[in-house]
């Protein structure tokens, strides 16, 4: 899975950079040489054109090959039935573009929106190529966004039905390590993209039509980050709650069983147990204070050795004081 992680950025890399060397030639024969300099050094250097690019469609390029394998995946390990072919069903649905424009629409046009009172600093040819190109980051973070809330509501299925879940007798456990591989990988990779994403907006230098609008900056991080983070604990959070919910479960039955059944149900314990240490959890109510330590950890490292996010931290702490 690493491998194809890998491949789906390296793919959206060389895409984008034929985009870049595509619209950099249109815009020296229209408008000449300097401008052609301005518009890369603006969606390199300044918009992080290509890390942004890379990571956001990287992910989605990711999702819509490996993401359709989850459901392969989840039927190997959990027996199936009306629950969990309705849970598979949405996990499926969560890969596709037409399923998702419930969020791509409104977020989209909300892109447009921000990004026309932002202003673009292009002029001629450049400017309706780098506000394209703006605006597509948001419609595939929306994508991105509604597989993450759609494979969180998927699994709240299952919790909300996890009498009628029940694991497999005999199962890889590769189905496990496949499911958890991909919920740490996309999450990785979501997280890298919101900052790319984030700290691009902070030095392009947009011509902002009122200094209000420096504040909706912060966008990509209220709008996606708090779903990204609670994407990958709550899957987890749902198959242990399903477990103990098992083992609960047999432990009542134990103490009225006579001895062939005392021991299916030890042997049911046991390889609860064993499901029990796969799933490892991203946190849990115990390790949730540590957990946002280290996120403070790191927008304080980024505060002290980003200029540019210190910067905007200490505007947004300005527009509160007299």
């Avoid at 490996?66 to 390990?77: F, I, Q, S, T």
């Avoid at 456990?173 to 919920?183: A, D, M, Q, S, W």
């Avoid at 997280?191 to 420096?214: E, P, V």
């Avoid at 149900?265 to 959890?281: H, Y």
């Amino acid at each position: 899975m690493l491998i194809a992680a890998f491949k789906s950025l390296w793919i959206q890399f060389i895409v984008i950079s034929g985009i870049l060397a595509v619209c950099s030639v249109a815009v020296w024969i229209v408008d000449g040489r300097s401008a052609a300099i301005q518009l890369l050094d603006l969606s390199i250097k300044r918009m992080k054109g290509p890390w942004v690019w890379t990571f956001g469609f990287g992910l989605a390029w990711f999702i819509m090959h490996r993401g359709r394998m989850l459901p392969a995946a989840l039927d190997g390990v959990l027996v199936s039935n009306e629950t969990t072919a309705s849970v598979v069903a949405r996990i499926e649905r969560s890969t596709l573009h037409r399923s998702a424009y419930r969020y791509t629409v409104p977020i989209t046009l909300l892109g447009v929106f921000l990004t026309a009172m932002y202003g673009i600093p292009s002029k001629g040819v450049a400017y309706p190529l780098v506000f394209l190109g703006v605006c597509s980051i948001y419609y595939i973070a929306a994508f991105i966004l509604f597989h993450f809330i759609e494979m969180t509501l998927a699994f709240h299925g299952l919790f909300e039905s996890m009498d009628a879940v029940a694991f497999r007798q005999v199962y890889n456990p590769l189905h496990l390590e496949n499911l958890t591989t991909y919920l740490a990988l996309t999450t990785a990779l979501g997280l890298m993209a919101i900052y790319a994403g984030f700290r691009g907006t902070l030095t392009a230098g947009f011509q902002f039509q009122h200094d209000l609008w420096r504040t909706f900056l912060s966008t990509p991080v209220i709008l996606f980050l708090p779903g990204t983070l609670f994407y990958n604990y709550y899957p987890r959070y749902v198959l242990r709650k399903i477990v103990q919910h098992k083992v609960f479960r047999a432990m009542e039955r134990l103490g009225s069983a006579d001895e062939a059944n005392a021991k299916a149900l030890l042997m049911n314990l046991k390889e609860s147990a064993f499901v029990n240490s796969q799933i490892l959890p991203f946190v849990d109510y115990k390790s949730l204070p540590s957990y946002f330590i280290a996120i403070f950890f790191v927008v304080s490292l980024a505060y002290n050795h980003d200029p540019a996010v210190k910067a905007f931290v200490k505007y947004l702490l300005d527009l509160g004081s007299p």
